[in-house]
Structures are given as C-alpha cells and as structure tokens.
C-alpha cells in the first residue's frame, strides 16, 4: 500500500489532510509530518481538524497553519485521514465524497479509504510519515523531524509502552542528528502545563479505588468536578496514566463524563495486558496498552461491566454487585 500512496501522492496535486477529533501527539504530529512532506514537494495541501490544536502541540511547526472546519471543501485530489478507526472520527461533514487515503497503525480499523495503508508494525503513525518521506525521495527536515518525533514521544507513552521498538529508537535518532532537541520537545508537551489541569489531577486523584486485588483500578471526573477545577476536557489528557506508578496496579480505567449520561473512557495497561481487547467490547479500540471506548448510562452500571471486563482479562474472578473498591 505504500507504492500506492507514493504513486498517488507523485500523480497528483491537491491534498488535505485530516485526523479524529481531539487530536493527539500523534495524530497531529503526523498530520504536519505530511503536511511538511507535501509541500516540499511543491504540493498544495491543507491540515483541516473540527477541533483546536491542543495547547500543548501549539508550538508543533505548522500548528498555526491548521484550519479548524466542520466539513470538507471541493477541490482536493485526495483527503488522508490519519490515526482514525473510521470514517466518522474526524467529525468532518463531506469526507466521505472525497478519495479517501487511510493511513493508520491500530489493528482494528476499518478499510474505509479507497486506499487503505494499515501498518500494526508501527509504534506511531509517524514512524510511518517517516518511512513515506524516505519513499517519496524527501528529505527529513527540521520541521517533519520535530512532528515525527512528537508523534513517536507520545503514542508510545515516552518510550515506556510496549509498542516501542528497536525500530522506533532508530528512527529517533535519525531525526535528533537532523536537529531535533528532545528537551525542548519534552518541555513543550510536560512542563507547560495551565493551573486547571494540575487542579483536575487533583480531583481526579481523589476518586481512584482498586479492587481487592490491587491489580485493577479506576478513577472518576465528573461535570461538577470539572467546573470546580474550571478545567477542559484537554485537561484530562494523561491523567489515567498516574494510577500506573503504583507497583501492582496493571490496568486503570478512568471514567469522563462528557455530557449528561455519557462517559468517555481511556483504559492502560502495563506490559502485556490486552485493553485494546476490552474496548472493543463497548465499540472502541486502540492499542494493546491505550485504549478507550464511550458508553452512555448509569455510571456505577458502566463502571461495574468495565472492571469486570479488565479483571477477566487479568484473570480474576470478576466482581459481583455493587462496585465499590477499595481507596
């Protein structure tokens, strides 16, 4: 499938580039890898998103060039959508008319692109970016360098998941020798975060239970606790991940309340503990490691079948009744 993006990409001239909403380090970082790829070649293309840069990819080069939008334009040759389950994830109205490049590295997404390049080899969607630029005859610039390492810092936890490779330590290297410095990358993306997010983390903290085994634990945010930390939903970006630094504790969930009756829920895992497994269960998906799903209904309920889901997958005996755990 790669022949067949580089021969599109060599045949024709106007491109748009997409990825799901609330983007990502990777899904961003990706997107401007491309972005800068095209147009080193004299492309016309354009970064559209129906959300805001996040503001810790801000500083990413090209961040401000990316048009928030709700649907697609005419005129494009192809629109690549990057790191997307499906063709609804962008949230963007009239992709579907276009020719449709789907680029992804996750297992589970669906062949929705009239070219479909899926790679579940990959530790990023970046590193992918990164072999497409080599294919293409690019050079790595600074630019593409900084995206793709942005992209392979975050999807792969900062090194710590085990989708990380020898592969993907290779191609960090190569684009440190191309001038990117990961200290400041680092600072950017960990050390800049607003006030409301430490205050979430707080919060959320204060709602973390175990169950009796102190294998599998779960966390809460819920609207009354986001308006008390003034916070956003970027703001709960990374906070399922804490949970995992204690020494027993294999996999976490964490439960978002993103509206009335609805809740957004990001699994981890530490080594090879299959989430991706459980959120597909509740229509979601993701990586072996990182993964998440939406459920609408009652919380203690939603809450009660995805533990009892993570503890299957440990192993245990699932729970019976009322869930309740342990601080």
């Known amino acids: ?140 610039n600074q630019q593409i360098a900084e995206c793709v390492y942005t992209a392979l810092l975050t999807d792969t936890g900062s090194f710590h998941f085990s989708n990380t490779t020898e592969r993907t330590f290779k191609i960090a290297s190569e684009l440190v020798r191309k001038g990117v410095k990961p200290a400041h990358i680092s600072q950017a993306l960990f050390y800049s975060y607003p006030y409301s997010k430490i205050k979430m983390l707080g919060l959320a903290l204060s709602t973390l239970k175990r169950d009796d085994t102190g294998r599998v634990a779960w966390l809460t945010t819920t609207s009354d606790l986001m308006a008390e930390a003034d916070a956003t939903e970027e703001d709960l970006d990374g906070i399922v991940n804490y949970p995992l630094a204690v020494g027993e504790i294999e996999v976490v969930a964490f439960f978002k309340e993103i509206s009335p009756g609805v809740f957004r829920i990001s699994l981890r895992s530490k080594g090879q503990v299959n989430v991706a497994k459980v959120a597909e269960k509740f229509g979601g998906g993701g990586h072996r490691n990182a993964s998440g799903c939406t459920i609408k209904g009652e919380l203690s309920k939603i809450s009660e079948q995805v533990v009892s889901h993570l503890q299957e997958t440990l192993g245990i005996q699932p729970l019976n009744g009322s869930l309740n755990g342990k601080s």
Not at 61 to 75: E, T
């Open 1 to 140: 499938m790669l022949s067949q993006v580089v021969e599109l990409i060599e045949s024709k001239k106007h491109f748009c580039i997409t990825s799901h909403i609330r983007p990502d380090g990777d899904s961003l970082g990706s997107s401007l890898a491309l972005y800068w790829t095209l147009k080193s070649l004299d492309k016309d293309v354009q970064v559209l998103m129906r959300d805001n840069v996040p503001h810790a990819y801000s500083e990413l080069p090209g961040a401000k060039d990316v048009l928030r939008v709700s649907s697609v334009p005419d005129g494009y040759d192809a629109a690549f959508v990057i790191e997307c389950s499906d063709i609804d994830r962008p949230g963007l109205l009239n992709l579907d008319k276009q020719f449709v490049v789907n680029i992804d590295h996750h297992s589970t997404t669906a062949l929705f692109g009239q070219i479909n390049w899926i790679d579940s080899t990959a530790s990023a969607v970046g590193e992918m970016i990164y072999n497409l630029c080599k294919a293409l005859g690019v050079s790595v």
